[in-house]
């Protein structure tokens, strides 16, 4: 039941995707996004219900359930339907990763509600963040275009002020629940600097200071265009080296 789940979920994700391509604007489109994130849903469930512990493949599973989840309801009243054109098949992607077996990755478990905690909220923080680059990504071609003067070539997307307001909202969020994750895990968890958790610690706290950095830069000196989505793109990359990038690493240090 779990890898059927799982396949039906990758192959709604491939459909919604070419739905946003090609039809973004029938209503039709934001139903089939809506049948795929509940789908997505009930995989992830019989994931975690029905395999001993989580890896770093099945918080991959949550991450893009959430990132989908945001752009789906902001695209309600927001044309992002070109974000969530390529966002579906990467979640697609990952469905497709979780399926596949076996992987003999190691399993994590957790008998405490706090460590638990922190790994939902980290979760969450994550997809903020690559809700916040993906609206930044769009930010930065639509003004490449303008100052370009390809008017005739400009992307389906809202004015270059809304998805600028919008990517601060995300990275706002999650900005707020990345100090919630890092405070979480120096309390729940009893080393953050032991030696498998070093690097990810490392990335992880570098990342907050880069956030920290363009939220006080916007603040003060009013940061926008480019340089806020370099620093974005910064700061998301530093975050998923040091989460996605760790994991592979012991991974392949384990066999």
């Known amino acids: 039941m779990t890898q059927l789940s799982l396949w039906?979920?990758?192959?709604?994700?491939?459909?919604?995707?070419?739905a946003y391509f090609l039809r973004p604007e029938n209503r039709s489109t934001q139903?089939?996004?809506?049948?795929t994130i509940a789908l997505h849903t009930f995989s992830l469930t019989q994931v975690l219900l029905n395999r001993d512990g989580f890896n770093f493949l099945t918080i991959g599973l949550l991450i893009a359930l959430i990132g989908n989840s945001l752009l789906w309801f902001s695209n309600r009243n927001k044309d992002l339907s070109l974000l969530l054109g390529t966002a579906f098949p990467l979640g697609a992607i990952i469905i497709a990763l979780n399926a596949i077996e076996p992987w003999n990755l190691t399993q994590l478990h957790s008998n405490s509600w706090g460590t638990s905690a922190h790994i939902l909220i980290a979760s969450?923080?994550?997809?903020?963040?690559?809700?916040?680059?993906?609206?930044?990504?769009?930010?930065?071609?639509q003004e490449y275009q303008l100052k370009h003067h390809k008017l005739k070539q400009l992307l389906r997307v809202p004015p270059l002020q809304v998805l600028e307001?919008?990517?601060?909202?995300?990275?706002?969020?999650?900005f707020i629940l990345l100090t919630i994750t890092i405070a979480t895990g120096f309390y729940f968890i009893e080393d953050m600097f032991a030696q498998h958790l070093v690097h990810k610690t490392f990335f992880t706290i570098a990342s907050w200071f880069v956030f920290a950095g363009l939220?006080?830069?916007?603040?003060?000196?009013?940061?926008?265009?480019?340089?806020?989505?370099?620093?974005?793109?910064?700061?998301?990359f530093l975050l998923m080296l040091g989460y996605f990038g760790s994991q592979i690493a012991l991974q392949i240090l384990r066999h």
């Open 215 to 236: 939220l006080l830069g916007r603040h003060i000196a009013g940061w926008r265009g480019q340089l806020a989505v370099k620093l974005t793109l910064s700061g998301f």
């Open 165 to 174: 307001r919008l990517m601060f909202e995300f990275i706002w969020a999650a």
């Open 124 to 141: 969450v923080a994550y997809s903020l963040f690559t809700a916040a680059c993906g609206v930044g990504i769009l930010l930065s071609m």
């Open 8 to 18: 039906l979920a990758c192959i709604a994700c491939l459909i919604a995707g070419t």
């Open 31 to 35: 139903y089939i996004g809506a049948l």
